[in-house]
């Protein structure tokens, strides 16, 4: 089956390309090649494994796209900060890491570590006794641990019923668990991306709890680092918000992406499960020059 043409606009059409999604290699809950797998049974044409602080799934991701005849573009979830907030910036990167994201992403392991540490220590106060090797259990292998896998170890420890509760008491922002750890400033992230050949997506927009105005300040301050375009969609969101975002994007020139976010099955975001972009002015994000291969038709 030949891949679909991606659209030069959005025009309220279903899409087949999802930007944003998860697996093990961070706090994901499928293998690469099992989110690959997943994403051509949902008939998607094109997608992105964009795990956070890491790169660690593409090769697998990469080989069974290959054999499901799958677009995947290269990606990851940068953690960073902006006036405070814990912001994530998505590098959609066709050439793969280089120049000064290697570097950078090895300091952002580093920092997980670190701060993995000192949210056992919080934990093991709430009564989650050896809090690290238990979330190490849940996250079934070496990469650095976030704070899902604590709340899965909270989970099977019985200690709340279920991992929004670990949130809500536990692991949410201002609770015990929620340690800032020492992202790079935002603008540093963007970066790390243009340096590596890659388009800078600022990550979940609207899922900060910021004001208008607020919103638009970051937006100033990411576009003016460089960014150069902002998730429009991402999961399920009202319309008319949605609008509005599109608004803001074109006011600052940035192309607008879309993804679901996803990390495990059974949740209300599977691959490619996303509102509809609403008609638009703003130019899609696989429209800009450096992505210009997606439309490529896929290698054997």
């Not at 070496?142 to 989970?155: E, K, T, Y």
């Not at 420890?157 to 800032?180: E, M």
Request: hydrophobic content about 45%; glycine content about 10%; aromatic content about 4%.
């Amino acid at each position: 089956m030949p891949m679909p043409a991606l659209p030069v606009r959005f025009e309220g059409e279903p899409l087949t390309i999802d930007l944003h999604m998860h697996s093990t290699a961070s706090d994901g809950a499928l293998p690469p090649a099992e989110v690959v797998a997943l994403c051509r049974a949902r008939r998607l044409s094109h997608m992105a494994l964009t795990d956070h602080d890491t790169m660690d799934g593409i090769a697998e991701a990469e080989a069974a796209a290959r054999r499901e005849g799958i677009r995947l573009i290269p990606g990851t979830e940068l953690s960073t900060q902006w006036r405070g907030i814990n912001i994530h910036v998505v590098g959609l990167l066709p050439e793969g890491p280089r120049g000064d994201l290697v570097a950078g992403l090895a300091a952002q392991a580093q920092a997980r570590e670190s701060r993995a540490l000192k949210i056992a220590e919080r934990m093991e106060k709430v009564g989650l006794t050896e809090a690290l090797t238990r979330a190490r259990e849940q996250a079934g292998s070496p990469r650095p641990l976030g704070r899902p896998d604590f709340a899965r170890a909270l989970v099977a420890a019985g200690l709340v019923p279920d991992i929004g509760s670990a949130f809500k008491k536990h692991l949410g922002n201002g609770k015990a668990g929620d340690i800032k750890a020492h992202w790079p400033f935002l603008s540093a992230a963007v970066g790390w991306v243009l340096d590596a050949g890659g388009v800078a997506v600022l990550a979940h927009p609207l899922r900060h709890g910021l004001t208008r105005r607020k919103r638009g300040l970051l937006l100033d301050d990411f576009a003016a680092a460089g960014g150069q375009a902002a998730e429009l969609v991402s999961g399920f969101q009202n319309a008319d918000v949605t609008r509005d975002l599109a608004r803001q994007l074109q006011e600052r020139d940035l192309y607008g992406s879309v993804g679901s976010d996803f990390h495990f099955p059974g949740g209300h975001l599977a691959p490619g499960s996303m509102s509809p972009v609403p008609r638009t002015a703003t130019p899609p994000v696989w429209t800009h020059p450096r992505l210009a291969g997606l439309a490529a038709p896929v290698a054997a």
